[in-house]
């Protein structure tokens, strides 16, 4: 499974089982930046939990739009999608036993140039390091329930992505976590907030949310490149020896 996506799952499961931002319904609340549909979110909130505005926002935007267009990931779905994971986890513990085995043959060798070998230690252990927090997530007991609810989250993400693009169109992202509808996800915040759904209590904190959800050197995808067929749905491919 790529580091990247099984990263996210965590982060997903680490969401599921904390608490979520934003309890207070008092948009008098002292501190508050922004009401999100009722909910206060003061700066606090975020330090707290380590979310961004944007992360609170979309989470928000993101349920409703799905219950609204019945988009919310079925059993069936979400089983696919954990199938997926299984095979993907096996495929890339295979790939990672090759290069590993690759390495350590090398490695063998007294005629390597010295940045060479250390270029190899260094690929060694990063290989070793995720075979090792591999072994950690077996032992880390997680209920099916939150399993499945993580999953589900991801599963809907993506049919949202894929619908919201259909329908507003735009810019698309190519990012580590798949293809991201940059323009259209703005289009989508900004039709809240007009119905004052989404409000900003400080200027300032608006500017710098806007500002945050440009940044970064995005790798904008041509048309042809554009495909929201969900990665899980597609065969893995195979890796060149």
Known sequence: MNANRFLFLALAIAACLGSYVGAADNPASTNTVAVVFGKSISAADLGSTGMTM???????VNDRYAKKNN???????????????????????????????????????????????AQFEKDRKTLLWVEAQEEWAKEVSIPQEVKRRASG??????????????????????????????????????????????????????????????????????KDQIDFTPYWLKPIPNDPD
């Open 71 to 117: 988009l919310v990931a079925t059993d069936q779905e979400c089983e696919a999608y954990e199938k997926w994971q299984v095979e993907a986890g096996e495929h890339d513990r295979e790939k990672r036993r090759r290069e590993l085995n690759s390495l350590e043959e090398q490695l063998k060798s007294e005629n390597i140039a010295k940045e060479k070998r």
């Open 54 to 60: 944007l992360d609170v926002i979309w989470r928000e």
């Open 153 to 222: 989250q991801w599963v809907t993400f993506h049919k949202v992505y894929k619908a919201i693009y259909e329908e507003y169109g735009g810019k698309v992202a190519i990012t580590a976590f798949g293809l991201y509808p940059i323009e259209a996800r703005r289009k989508l915040i900004e039709e809240y907030m007009r119905a004052g759904d989404i409000r900003f209590l400080d200027d300032g904190f608006e500017v710098e949310f806007w500002q945050n959800y440009e940044k970064g050197g995005r790798l904008i995808a041509t």
